[in-house]
């Protein structure tokens, strides 16, 4: 069957479930609840900093209370949650009570989808109960082809919330896919999504052993990747709806819709916001920031456009106004680009000085 094609060499067939809609907008937050997880699949690109840990993150936010996941889901003026591991399941608890907490923030038009291993009836009754709307179902690369072992069928029958299966486009396991998308149309599942398989610092050694290689010296996709997904499309995008996700998609149309609402809605006067939604910013560095901040003063520069951040150890001044100053001021300036996600990560930096 021919796909759909959307931006960045992503495509689906038949429809794209709401969760991958809502992530098309950029306005689904990403919420890791554990880096735990039951498998050990050779392709997770899970980073160092979350695999295995028992960590929280809220898209780039390292979450240590339930207030930091609920600022960043307004930062971004989120419309939805994708819950993500790790394994969700492996810490039942937390996973309901977040669930229950964006629902009752958020009311119950937050579109919150979750991403298991696990296949335990108890357990998906449990999230739906708590609100969950969207379950996607991952099953381990070895069960492919012998997918009835894991009685997916029995532990998801008569489930309101939608249900699919959610797998990497390994390249040479046209089979498995193929049993993939089969046995979710047997078992009436909603959709398949397919991603494109990503190196990461976790999973390169793997992934070039087994004979992979990237698809350019500029991309982190696998070769052979999508031009699976079109072969799984082809036989089997009519008898259920199959989506591809690109790795570029993720980075230049989820990623870039996402940092520009978060730009858009945390943006401060001094601050300027590119096309991309980066952050322009003047920063000035010295070991007496009072003193820089008494020199800005003097030059009668508003309060609104320059703040002190006893964090980083600057001094933050609108970008235009410190590309007049610079060249009278006797501290290291610079004209910064960064994120606007709550790490502020650091891109390109230019002297002033
Ligand atoms: S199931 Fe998912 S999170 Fe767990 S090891 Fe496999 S790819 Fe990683």
């Known amino acids: 069957m021919h796909s759909i094609p959307m931006e960045s060499s992503s495509c ?68 939805g949650t994708g819950i993500t591991g790790g394994d969700p399941l492996m810490v039942m608890d937390r996973t309901v009570r977040y669930i229950r907490l964006l629902k009752e923030r958020f009311g119950p038009g937050h579109h919150i989808h979750l991403y298991t291993a696990t296949v335990d009836r108890e357990k998906f009754l449990r999230l739906q109960e708590a609100g969950l709307d969207e379950l996607r179902i991952h099953p381990p690369i070895e069960r492919w082809n012998a997918l009835e072992e894991l009685r997916i069928a029995e532990a998801v ?8 299966f959610e797998v990497p486009a390994v390249p040479g396991e046209l089979e498995g896919l193929l049993s993939i998308c089969r046995h979710a149309a047997d078992i009436g599942l909603d959709f398949v999504n397919l991603n494109e398989l990503e190196v990461s610092e976790t999973n390169c050694q793997a992934l070039l052993g087994r004979g ?33 996700c690109s790795s570029s998609f993720k980075d230049q149309v989820q990623l870039r819709e996402r940092l520009k609402r978060r730009a858009k809605r945390t943006a401060r006067p001094m601050d300027l916001i590119t096309s991309e939604g980066m952050v322009l910013l003047g920063v000035i560095e010295t070991d007496d920031l009072e003193e820089a901040v008494r020199s800005l003063e003097e030059q009668d520069v508003p309060p609104e456009l320059f703040k002190l951040d006893e964090k980083r150890k600057r001094l933050e001044v609108a970008a235009w106004v410190l590309e007049d100053l610079a060249a009278v001021l006797p501290f290291r300036c610079y004209l910064v680009e960064e994120y606007p996600t709550a790490d502020r990560l650091e891109v390109e930096r230019q002297p002033l000085n």
């Open 212 to 244: 992979f290689h990237v698809r350019s010296d500029v991309s982190s996709a696998m070769q052979g990747s999508m031009e699976i997904s079109w072969q799984v499309m082809e036989e089997a995008g009519d008898i259920i709806p199959v989506h591809f």
């Open 12 to 79: 689906y067939t038949k429809r794209l479930s709401r969760g991958c809609r809502l992530c098309r907008k950029g306005t689904k937050m990403v919420l890791l609840v554990t880096g735990k997880c039951g498998e050990s699949c050779y392709y997770c690109p899970l980073s160092e900093a979350k695999k295995g840990k028992d960590v929280v993150y809220a898209n780039e936010l390292l979450v240590r209370e339930d207030d930091d996941m609920i600022g960043e889901a307004v930062a971004i003026g989120a419309r």
């Open 157 to 164: 029958e008569d489930l309101h919330m939608m249900v699919g």
